[in-house]
Structures are given as C-alpha cells and as structure tokens.
C-alpha cells in the first residue's frame, strides 16, 4: 500500500500491534500488514471551557486558558495516552487551579502573565511525557462574580465624580483668587475703577454708533 504524507504531516507504523516506525513527509510503500496512523504536527491553537476557582480570600471568579501546542514526539503522543488532548487539558486545568488559589481575587487580573507562566512551567515537562510541545499558555479571560463586578463599577464612577468635584472645586477657587484680586487693586488703585468705567462708556458709545 502507498501512502503519502504532506511536509506536516507524520506516519507511526505498526506492525502486528508493534510500532516499527515514524514516517516523514513524502510517498511511502508498506505492506497490508502494517497499520499507519496519520498525525498533524502543526502547531494549533486551543481555547479550554472556563473553569470557576476560588481565590485565596474565598472569591470565585471564572478563568479561561489559551494553549498553542504541537506533537514533538509522534510515537510517543500515540502512545503514552488514550487521549493526549485530553491529558493535556486536565494538566493545566489543574496547574491554573493551583497558581490561582495562591492569590487574592483583586489580584488574579493584574497577574495573568505571571499565572500563565507558572501554569507553563508545570506543565510543560509532563506534556512533553504526552510526546507534546506546550510551546504558549495565555490567560484570556478572568471573570468576577457579578456583585464584585458592579462593586468595581461603582468605585470607578465614585472616582471620576469625585475628580469632576475637585475640577470644579478648583475652578471656583480660582475665579475667587481672580475676584479678590481684583478687588485687592481697586483698593490700591482707585483710578483703575475709573479707567474701567471709561472703557464700559466707550464700548456703549461705538455700539450705538453701530
């Protein structure tokens, strides 16, 4: 029998229920006695199902995952599980699981590099045992409870009101310096009170002419 694999593709032949070897990309004669199971090496992308942790304060918030992973050892990713894929998920479910329960709820958020890397990092090694790359962990979403999330909201439209008070807080203060200013040179200068009262009578005066 001819099969023919594609540059990312792989073979794992077996022969009698043994494995005699991996194939690469091109065309290839085996007999019908052996058995050739086709493998995608490429690396893909996965979005895991979000799973609901507890924090360390007792929060549970919903996280999500995002692996990129590829098949670096074909005989071994045939092998070593029924499911790899599956295998895979459990592991970093549990790894994200772990880092999670080490922090706070207002933390988590902030911390998603930090937690995708430490969900990397345990995980990598037993996935290579899979005959797996986990080349990427990614946090892609972290979901508060609905109470936290209007609590959050609140505060933050407690804050914006609370500058916009301060702005006009602010601005009185200064139209007041500008008042007492002013006054604080009439004081000094009584002329100026003239002054200004000639330039008000000569701005009626043009309007009228106009």
């Known amino acids: 029998m001819k099969h023919t694999l594609m540059p990312w593709e792989r073979g794992v032949v077996f022969r009698h229920g043994k494995l ?3 194939l690469g990309p091109g065309r290839h004669r085996r007999g019908f006695r052996h058995q050739v199971r086709r493998l ?3 690396p893909r ?9 507890p924090t360390s304060d007792g929060v549970l918030i919903r996280v999500t995952l995002v692996l990129v992973w590829s098949i670096s050892d074909p005989a071994q990713y045939v092998q070593a599980a029924a499911t790899p894929e599956v295998e895979l998920h459990l592991l970093t479910q549990i790894a994200l699981r772990t880092a999670v329960l080490t922090r706070a709820h207002d933390e988590v958020d902030q911390s998603r590099e930090t937690l995708a890397a430490e969900t990397l990092a345990s995980v990598a090694p037993r996935a290579a045992d899979l005959g797996i790359d986990l080349r990427e962990v ?12 209007k609590a959050a909201l609140a ?5 914006s009101e609370a ?10 203060t200064a139209a007041l310096r500008s008042l007492l200013n002013a006054a604080r040179l009439a004081e000094d200068h009584p002329a100026l009170l003239q002054l200004r009262a000639l330039q008000t ?5 043009l309007e009228r002419n106009r």
């Open 20 to 22: 005699t070897e991996v």
């Open 40 to 42: 995608d090496v490429r």
């Open 45 to 53: 992308s996965q979005t895991q199902g979000w799973q609901d942790i």
């Open 138 to 149: 990614a946090v892609r979403d972290v979901v508060m409870p609905t109470e936290l999330r």
């Open 155 to 159: 505060e933050i439209l407690a804050r």
């Open 163 to 172: 500058r916009a008070a301060l702005e006009r807080a602010r601005g009185e």
């Open 201 to 205: 009578a000569n701005t009626v005066v």
